[in-house]
Nanobody, 124 residues
Framework: EVQLQASGGGLVQPGGSLTLSCTAS????????IGWFRQAPGKERAGVSG????????YYTDSVKGRFTISRDTAENTVYLRMNNLKPEDTAVYYC?????????????????WGKGTQVTVSS
């Protein structure tokens, strides 16, 4: 059984930083792409960043390029999303997500497993 345990959300001021963690069990990083989606109030859930097979290359949506960094610890089966220079528009519920498809072009319907969301609020 695939399980995704996400943590690390919180309240931060604009310009601040947070790191999200997603610890996975029940699957191999070799078999799936893994990353993060987010859903802001009144908006659709959309992909933010992911790690793609087979080479572990990173995907970022345009709005977070240069500010967010995704990484993984294979030994710990954990994926991290370091978010720097946070902006109010980054406020959303962030979801860890696993897909057999290419994360870079995945939509909600392509996700095979979801973690519970973690709230990120950027506000002064």
């Amino acid at each position: 059984e695939v399980q995704l345990q996400a943590s690390g959300g919180g309240l931060v001021q604009p310009g601040g930083s947070l790191t999200l963690s997603c610890t996975a069990s029940g699957f191999s990083f070799d078999d799936y792409d893994i990353g993060w989606f987010r859903q802001a109030p009144g908006k659709e859930r959309a992909g933010v960043s992911g790690i793609r097979r087979p080479d572990g290359s990173a995907y970022y949506t345009d709005s977070v390029k240069g500010r967010f960094t995704i990484s993984r610890d294979t030994a710990e089966n954990t994926v991290y999303l370091r978010m720097n220079n946070l902006k109010p528009e980054d406020t959303a519920v962030y979801y860890c997500a696993v897909t057999y498809e290419d994360f870079a072009i995945s939509t909600i319907s392509d996700i095979d497993y979801w973690g519970k969301g973690t709230q990120v609020t950027v506000s002064s």
